[in-house]
């Protein structure tokens, strides 16, 4: 057997880690039945389910009609400004509010896109603000703050 489709191989990998780890993870929760469900019940049948798609993956980067493919290059530096992004959102928010927060978020997210375009930045700042907005601050009520601390006094 010949792999095909390096990239189907390592999905299907993660899916079945992923799943089966899930599966295993719910295992410490009371099941119950599909008539009575337990707190273990959904997250045993999601990690199923996803263990099998990830065999289903696996399996599919054999056949002969799928096409070949390798892996390329991981972008260790593009992985590293996203997670920081998201470390510096997590720093930020409290001090200085969801507002500036997402605005840095998407700032230095932005320069991880080998397509950082200014505009598209400003976009994407625009309609999270104002989804984030809706969503947290008026739909579910969070007590964020919007503004920095030394603003909102």
């Known amino acids: 057997m010949r792999i095909r489709n390096h990239r189907d191989l390592w999905a299907g990998v993660m899916f079945f880690v992923f799943g089966a780890g899930f599966a295993l993870g719910s295992l410490n929760y009371q099941i119950g039945s599909a008539a009575r469900m337990g707190p273990g019940y959904f997250p045993l049948m999601l990690g199923i389910i996803l263990a099998l798609l990830g065999v289903a993956i ?17 972008g260790w530096w593009e992985i590293g400004l996203i997670l920081g992004a998201v470390a510096l959102f997590a720093l930020v928010l409290p001090q200085l509010g969801i507002i500036v927060a997402i605005t840095v978020l998407i700032v230095v997210a932005a320069f991880a896109s080998h397509e950082f375009q200014p505009r598209d930045t400003v976009i994407s700042i625009i309609v999270l603000l104002v989804m984030s907005y809706l969503v947290f601050v008026k739909g579910l009520e969070l007590q964020f703050p919007l503004w920095p601390k030394f603003m909102s006094n």
């Open 58 to 74: 696996f399996v599919g980067a054999f056949a002969a009609s799928n096409e070949q493919l390798k892996i390329s290059k991981v």
